[in-house]
């Protein structure tokens, strides 16, 4: 009889647990995939925030008409199986924030299901579906460097949750103006002939790109300014004068391995490179100096070898020259061996011989010269027309280097204080 009793309790126990089981696996089967509350994920084009709230509340209801005692704490331990992609991974972080009751608020204060739905509002609401249009259509603005264009890239895919890294990288390519990504395309097709590349890589070709514009655009303002006011000016502003026009179209500006018209065909001589208006055919007195005498059918590798023969020409004259400087110094020394060496006088009289003697010695050499009728070496060389036109050419060469250094330095720092100026702006 005894054994009968601890049987039927057994029993009853069993039937008990069961049910209790019954009510609260209800509510966890709610949350299945196959359930009507379904999953949320936050992404575009997916179950909106509304909705999942219609349907989450819908759901903590009918558990709680089966179970009184079931809290939305309790409910929320349920909440994963409901979630996933980008909303589950939200929910872990800030699990624990919204599971913990705040210290002094009453339970008809605290309320942790109204409290995740603000956050999936305030992430995948309408600021997120901005967040995500922005993206789609990101381009580069006017008042952004591409660092800030990478920063703002980086934000949004951060907040959003929809680009890996291969993604960003191309999105951050094709959000360039076409004039920038047509330059870092060969860039980064020459460092990784497959086409995958970083966003590492994109950013740096960019910057780099970026940055040579802007030096350029500031060598542009500066030569629109005028020639810098230094002693080398007037020479700069006479040689730029002499190859300002390109020899291909005619206009200024440009030299003609940079000429736009190089694929144009002249209507002339029916020949590609170069327009009818600079034709050497019908216009012969525009041909260049290093193109062949009076024929037209000159090439610059003729020009090139009457310059090699006119470099040693004047190499054999800078050898004549030496030479007629060492015979000015051999009749000197004649000269001066042919003089009565000096008298025995006092000390002063003799350092006073001894310091005349360079002065002797070049009256000598000077009167040889004159002798023969010729100019010292020394003179002509420094009044010789091609000597000084290479001094020109040199101080020229000179200036334009400190120019074009001082025009870079000045890009740097122009690009630098209005990437500073408008990351400030955007913090303000």
């Known amino acids: 009889m005894g054994l009968s009793v ?25 949350a299945g995939p196959s359930s009507s509350v379904g999953l949320f994920s936050g992404r575009p084009g997916t179950q909106s925030v509304e909705d999942f709230e ?13 179970d009184k005692k079931l809290t939305e704490a309790d409910f929320l ?21 919204i599971l913990t009751k705040p210290e002094g608020a009453s339970d008809r204060d605290w309320d942790p299901i109204a409290d995740v739905i603000a956050l999936f509002k305030e992430h995948f609401g309408v600021a997120s579906a901005a967040k995500v249009r922005e993206l789609q259509t990101l ?45 870092i395309e060969p ?34 303002g500066w030569a629109e300014a005028g020639p810098p006011k230094t002693k080398h000016a007037s020479a700069h502003a006479a040689s730029a004068a002499d190859s300002s026009a390109c020899y291909r179209c005619g206009h200024p500006g ?26 050497w055919t019908t216009h012969p007195e525009l041909k260049p100096d290093w193109t062949s005498d009076g024929k037209s059918s000159g090439s610059q ?36 061996a042919a003089l009565p060496g000096p008298s025995a006088g006092s000390d002063d009289e003799g350092a006073g011989a001894l310091d005349s003697t360079p002065a002797a010695y070049g009256a000598l050499v000077g009167a040889a010269y004159s002798a023969q009728g010729a100019k010292h070496p020394m003179d002509a060389a420094f009044e010789d027309e091609e000597y000084k036109a290479r001094c020109a050419e040199y101080d020229a060469y000179r200036a334009q280097r400190e120019k074009e250094e001082e025009g870079r330095k000045w890009a740097e720092k122009l690009l630098d204080a209005w990437e500073e100026r408008q990351l400030k702006r955007q913090d303000e």
């Open 139 to 183: 381009k580069k603005r006017e008042d952004e460097t591409c660092r800030m264009l990478r920063s703002r890239l980086e934000r949004l895919a951060e907040e959003t949750g929809l680009l890996n890294a291969r993604e960003q990288a191309m999105t951050f390519v094709n959000a360039l103006p076409p004039a920038l990504r047509e330059r």
């Open 77 to 97: 331990l349920q909440l994963p199986a409901y979630l996933e992609h980008e909303a589950l991974q939200l929910w872990r972080k800030r699990r624990k924030d």
């Open 187 to 220: 860039i980064l097709w020459a460092k990784s002939p497959s086409g995958i590349y970083s966003l590492d890589d994109a950013a740096q070709a960019a910057e780099r790109v970026e940055l040579a514009q802007a030096y350029a655009a500031g060598m542009r």
């Open 301 to 336: 590798e003729r020009g090139l070898s009457q310059r090699l023969d006119a470099l040693a020409a004047q190499v054999e004259k800078l050898t004549l020259q030496m030479a007629t400087l060492v015979q000015g110094r051999r009749v000197g020394n004649a000269h001066q």
């Open 6 to 30: 601890i049987g039927v309790f057994r029993w009853l126990a069993l039937v008990h647990l069961v049910m209790i089981g019954s009510e609260y696996g209800g509510a966890a089967l709610l």
């Open 254 to 279: 440009h030299q003609a391995n940079r000429c736009p018209g190089t694929d144009s065909r002249c209507q002339a001589c029916h020949k590609r490179g170069h327009t009818e208006a600079v034709c």
């Open 54 to 66: 219609d349907r989450l509340l819908a759901a903590y209801a009918k558990a709680k008409s089966k």
